[in-house]
């Protein structure tokens, strides 16, 4: 009987502490860092604070005057990148973030593409 009841008492102690812990470990970036200018190689992107932003590459003869708009999201490591098309429709692109600072991006995507970017 005793067993039982320091069992009981032991269970109603860990539970309400255990509960109460933030047992994820995603890292989550601040979304503020990632408003402004940013570049890899060819490759430009610029970012809004109000979730705008738009993507060109010069490799492939696009200036920033032909830049193609997106809409984006960070949460917690997800960044979300929904590219809008010429012809109409979005295409959704997702990446994990790895590293935000003040002057470094770097991201990838499930298919194994990385990206590291220095902000302007």
Not at 62 to 81: I, K, N
Request: aromatic share 12%.
């Amino acid at each position: 009987m005793k067993h039982s009841i320091r069992l009981i008492l032991l269970i109603a102690i860990l539970v309400p502490l255990c509960c109460g812990c933030d047992w994820s470990h995603k890292p989550k970036f601040d979304e503020a860092l990632l408003a402004g200018y940013w570049i890899e190689g060819t490759v430009h992107e610029y970012y809004n604070a109000n979730g705008t932003g738009y993507t060109w590459d010069t490799a492939d003869d696009v200036t920033e005057e032909e830049a193609q708009p997106f809409t984006w999201t960070l949460d917690g490591a997800t960044l979300t990148q929904n590219h809008k098309m010429t012809m109409g429709g979005i295409v959704p692109k997702t990446y994990t973030v790895t590293k935000l600072t003040a002057s470094t991006l770097m991201y990838h995507d499930n298919f194994g593409t990385f990206h590291s970017f220095i902000k302007q």
